[in-house]
Structures are given as C-alpha cells and as structure tokens.
C-alpha cells in the first residue's frame, strides 16, 4: 500500500490536471514499497486520486486518474479506446502515435502502431508490473487487427528511475522490418536498430508543411538540404514535390535505411544521402561551391534534442545560432529555412533570439513565414506545457536585391 | 534636415533592422523642423540609414533604410513591387495586404487590395508629406490594373501622432462598395465604413485552418459559434463547411454587411447574426438551451484587440479567461474551441496560461490541437517581435465519459 499526501496549496494544481507531484510538494509518504500505485491525497484527507510511485524520484508521483478506480486491464482499455477514438478520426495513415504518455493520462507510456504492428516503450518502473495488463488491452483494443507488439524502452533515461533496458518481442510475431506508408512515402521501419520506436511520427505535421510551403513558395525544381536527416523523411517528401534532395546525418545505419526507402519510393536519381556530423560537413560548405551546384531553395534543420535540461539551454541555443549562420549564405533567393527544436526547454522566444543572432552575424532580415508544432497524434495538453516540445520555425530572407543594389 | 546621433550600443540593433529608435536611446538630434526624414548616424560618426522622425515621440524614428538613398517615388516603388512580388507567389486572391508597415520596411504604412481598389493606411505625418509620391508608385505598381485608391487613415491612435484623421478618396474612382473573393467566399467591402481597412485579410489563414480542422475533426453537420463575427468571415466558412452558424457581434451596421453577405453567398439558410454585446449575450447562455437547440462542435472566439499597452496585460488575460470560461460549457463532445489574440503584447504563454485558468475554473483538460498566426501577406520580422500580433490557439477538451463515468 502507498499512500502519499500532497501539500495544501499544491492540490489545486493536480486537481487542474498537471500530471507531476515533485518530491517537496508532499508532506508525507506511507509506502511499504520503493515503487507502485500511489492512492493520492491532499493534506485535509480528500482524495486527489492515483499515479504512478517512486520513491526518490524528483518527481514522485506521476499522476494517472482523479478518480477512484482500479489500474487494471479494463482501466488501459478504457484510455487506449479513448485514444484510438481520436486517432481514427484525425489520422489516415496506418501509422500513428497511439498513446502518448501524458498527453493521454498516461505517464511512461508510449505506444505507436506501424500497420500490423506496434512498438510500445516503458518509461516508468512501476509500470513495468503492469505489462501483462497493458500488452492484453492493446491486443483487445484491436480485435485481431495486428500481429506483434515490440517493445523498445532501450532509451536513455535518467538513473533515479533504474528502469532495465528492454528490447524484444511483448506478444505476436514481429519481423526484422516493415514498411508503412504514410502520407503517400513508403517507410522502411527496423523494430529493433531504428531510433526511438522507429519513424519520428511527430514530425508528419512539419512534412505536410514542407509539401504545402514548397507548392506556395513554387520551389519546385530547387535543390534542397535536409539536415540531421535520418532516414529521410523531409528528403523524400521534398523529391516528391519536385526538388533535388541532400540529406546529411552522421548514422550510417539510417542512412544506409534511407537508401534503401529512395529505392521502394522510386526516389533514387533525385536524393542522395552523405555519412557525415552535420557541424564538420557545414564547416566546408561554401556558397560558391554547394554540392548540388545550386544555392539550396529549402534547408530543413531538424537536430536531435540538443538541450536535455534547463542548465543546457544556453550550449543548445548556441548550437541553434551555428546551424542557422552556417545556412543562412545557403540559402537561394526567396528560399526557405525549416528550423526544428524538439526540446520543451526551448521556448518560441529562445528560438527566435537565436536565429536573431545568426541573422545579426549574416546581416540579413528574416521574415518568419510560418511555424508549427508536433503532429495531433501527439497532443499536448495546455495544462503541461512540457508536453509541447517540438517546434518547427519557417522562415525566408527577403531578396534585398531591389531595394539594395540601385 | 533632420540628423539623428545613436547611442553607441544601440547602433547594432538598428543594423540588424530592429526598425524602431526610441527617444532615450537618442544621443543628439539636430533638426530644423518637427517631423520629417532623419539621416541616422552612430555615435562614431558612421552612417545607420535614414527613417521617419517625429519630434517629441517615445520612437522618436522608424527606420526606413539602412542605405543611403533618397526617400522618392522610386523609393517607394522598389519596395512596392518587391513586396507584390512575394504576394503573387503565395497568395492566389485578388485582395490582400500588399504593405504591412515595418515589415516591408515601411514604417506606418499598410497598403490593402481589394480587387479593382486599394486602401491606404497612413499612420505617421512625416509620411503624409510623402502621399504624392506613394500614389504615384502605387499607380505606377499596377500599371493601370487599378481603378482608384482609397485612404483610411481615421483609426485610433496615440496623441503624440498628431495625425489627421483622413477619409477619402486619393485617386481615381472608388464607389460605396465592392465584392472580392477570398477562399471561395465573395467578401461585400464598404470602403468609407467598414473597420480597418474594410475585411480582416490577417484572418485568412485562420479561416483556411478552420476549413481543414472542420474537416479532419468531422464536425460538419454540428452547430457552430462565431464570436465578434464582424462581417462573418468565419461564420461563412464554417457554413460552406456544412456547419450551422451563429454569428454574435456589436456592431449592427456590420451585422447588416453580415446579412448581406450572407444573401449573395446563398448562404441565408445556414447562418445567423445576433446583434449584441458578446460578454452579456455569453452571460444568458446556457448548456440546457443553445439557441441552435445543441451544444456547438466548434467556437471561434475572435474579439478585437483587448490589450493597446502593457499596462492593459493582466485586464486583457482575464478577460481571455472570462470568454473561455464561458464557451467550455458549450461546447460539444470532440468540439473545437479557437481563440485568437491580436495584441503583440500577449504572448503565446500568457495565452495558454489564459485559458488554463478557465479550465481550471470548469474542472476540464484542454487540449492543443493545433496554433496558427496572422496570415502570410502579413509577414513578421524576426528581427522585430512586435510584428508578430495574432495568435490563435485550437483546442478541444478530450472526452471524459469513457474513463470518468464508468
């Protein structure tokens, strides 16, 4: 049994649906355990509800209802069926974030399907109890409709939560790979070497952007680079739409999977992939010399989380400013920058100072064309702003051409 | 002549286009006269550019160049015609902002068309001095492809302005009113009484996204509310989307131009217009009887700037709150809720925490499901985050009954 009582002033916030109780917003805990389901209840006895316990954890208690019911299979079942409700109705594609922790109510957990598979990821240790619980509400929320659920909670995590690393097959049969199809590209997905659960799902919404900004802006027939490329996603949405692609990504396992996707996707003579840190390969790039032997009509920046906690902010805007100085002479006339962010400790106005101070260094106006976030299937919820975590900045320099040169 | 000296440690502001000086950041200012073309120069001597000066003025300049060319109708018209050069490429309508003041580089300007006409905006005296020459290039821009222009330069503004408030027409023949199409909607434009300029063109983008969620989130068939509906442009798109719309705003002579546009869009059947003030007419309503006879599937709240100053910050978020609070209760299963703010001194966070307090008020979660801004022939500069002044967040309020009633 644990038991744990929320500061006084603290409940209002939980009863407002903010997920976390940190360690000094209790004031006491009953625990015969290290880990498990909390009942939670405020300081004058009234019950705020049940999360998920670990002691010693900076945040102790993630919160998982404010009613009083039992966290069992048919509880899963209820939130998965909730979940999926929405996922049907905004998603064509077959591939899409079911679950995304606690956006859904529910913290440590991420589920994402890929056609007849899914790959679940734990975050949480008290979680991992409910497994067998969790892995037969997604057989049951899909009646036979899929195959295999692959786990994949090999991420980094921080050591208060001592979580095992596991990979490996939960349930069905899983191959080594699959393909999925979203958005009209084919997607090669390797359940157990690609990163996160194998797709970044959360950047659909910036693809769709891509195509629509590429149509509006009529960059068509313009070389393009996509930074920090991955398998490719931006690369192949970017040759579809008529452009001549350059990805650069220092994996060469992804790459080598990008390859790969040109190949399925027919996309071969318009993208080519580079081995390389993406840092070092701009150092040598020249306006005068670019490899596609044309300034760039789009450059998508899209890094890895460069910025893990508040007291890496400044070190990942910098980075931020050295990627977007060492675009900026890049850039054709009336090009397009797509800068993406995927840290929630970066906010809009941190983005936008450090594109202020490439453009500082480059002497040139940017005009920010438009921006977006992560796709719907991975809702944020206005009452934890730390849900919202990628932002994506559109951005264009005005041709200065005209007014300047006479 | 009017020469300007810069403090030493603001000079790289305005190098890097911030577009505005401010009176204490002013070191010396030789000027025979109040107001007119400053020749800008930094504390060393150097030469910055040139900008609108006016005696006395909290920005004592705006900044027009950072060359050293006349301020002419050739002036004027190299930047007329690189800003139409960007709207030809993105914007398929015949009515849009073709100047959008710092932006464009043209501090105090704002230049719409509407079709055969073009509204002028002048918001500085030093460049009502400089009429002769903008109309000139604006006729020159359009080589006969327009039939007149008119200027509506009677909006509010600060005193220390000293503006005339001018109505009128500057050249050619401009009749009572005219129709554009915008989106597929035919627009009815009342040139000596409609607000602003005559139609929100800021507000396209918004609409289009209305379009596309109404879509995605299938509310077609449900009942929608359009509040501060001014001449009903959201009001017709929810409609032609297969919504049933009503309409609620103040003024009656917009409701009228409502009405009327309703008729010419064959739209009469699906919309309707109430003539009221939104907070009192929010007041009466109730869940149990929506004037539609059902809670709506999507809520457009859209009122007109409530925050001129900083000062006005914490009476315009409560405000914010009020509207939101009230609309919750409203709204449909898997409805949609957007709220716009057009005060550059709001910024997303203020938003969001905004509508947290409503939702903490009526116990519910809220869910971003997607944010847009002012409409790309509104462009905003990076280098000038006060050009960036709407801000529109969609949200729905995830379905409790699964989990909570069971």
Chains 1, 2 share one sequence.
């Not at 079942?77 to 109510?105: C, D, K, Q, W």
């Not at 952007?209 to 680079?225: D, V």
């Not at 790969?260 to 840092?279: C, H, K, P, S, W």
């Not at 990628?390 to 320099?397: A, D, F, N, P």
Request: charged share 25%; glycine share 8%; proline share 5%.
């Amino acid at each position: 049994m644990i038991i744990v009582t929320v500061r006084r002033q603290k409940a209002p916030k939980i009863r407002n649906r903010y997920g976390w109780v940190f360690a000094d917003e209790l004031v006491d805990i009953q625990a015969d355990r290290d880990l498990g389901i909390a009942n939670v209840f405020e300081e004058n006895g009234g019950f705020l509800g049940k999360g998920l316990f670990l002691k010693g954890a900076s945040k102790t208690v993630r919160m998982l209802t404010l009613r009083d019911e039992e966290i069992d299979e048919p509880f899963f079942l209820r939130r998965f069926r909730r979940a999926l409700s929405v996922r049907t109705r905004i998603n064509p594609n077959v591939a899409y974030r079911l679950i995304n922790a606690e956006s859904e109510g529910l913290p440590g957990l991420i589920v994402d399907r890929y056609g007849d598979y899914l790959v679940a990821q734990i975050r949480h240790p008290a979680l991992e109890e409910k497994k067998p619980q969790i892995i037969s509400a997604l057989r049951a929320l899909y009646e036979g409709g899929i195959r295999g659920i692959f786990e994949r909670s090999d991420f980094e995590s921080t050591p208060e939560y001592r979580l095992n690393r596991h990979s490996g097959v939960l349930w069905g049969e899983v191959p080594e790979e699959t393909t999925v199809w979203v958005d009209g590209i084919a997607y090669l997905i390797r359940f157990k070497t690609g990163q996160k659960t194998g797709l970044f799902l959360d950047q659909q919404a910036s693809r769709a952007k891509a195509r629509q900004l590429i149509r509006t802006y009529h960059l068509e027939g313009q070389p393009a680079l996509d930074l920090f490329c991955y398998t490719g996603g931006f690369s192949f949405t970017m040759a579809q739409e008529g452009m001549t692609t350059l990805g650069v990504d220092k994996s060469a396992p992804d790459i080598e999977t990008a390859q790969r996707m040109a190949e399925i996707n027919g996309l071969t003579g318009q993208t080519g992939f580079i081995v390389d840190d993406v840092f070092s390969w701009l150092l040598n790039q020249t306006m005068e010399k670019p490899p596609l032997g044309k300034p760039y009509g789009l450059i998508v920046i899209d890094p890895p989380s460069l910025i893990k906690s508040q007291q890496e902010r400044p070190y990942g805007k910098r980075l931020l400013t050295e990627l977007v100085r060492s675009v900026l002479p890049l850039l054709a006339p009336n090009g397009l920058i797509c800068l993406c962010s995927c840290s929630y400790h970066l906010g809009w106005e941190e983005m936008i100072e450090s594109v202020r101070r490439a453009s500082a260094d480059c002497g040139k106006a940017v005009i920010v064309v438009d921006q977006n976030v992560q796709s719907p299937d991975h809702p944020w919820l206005l009452q934890m702003p730390e849900t919202l975590y990628l932002k994506c900045l559109w951005m264009t320099v005005p041709v200065e051409g005209e007014t300047e040169r006479r």
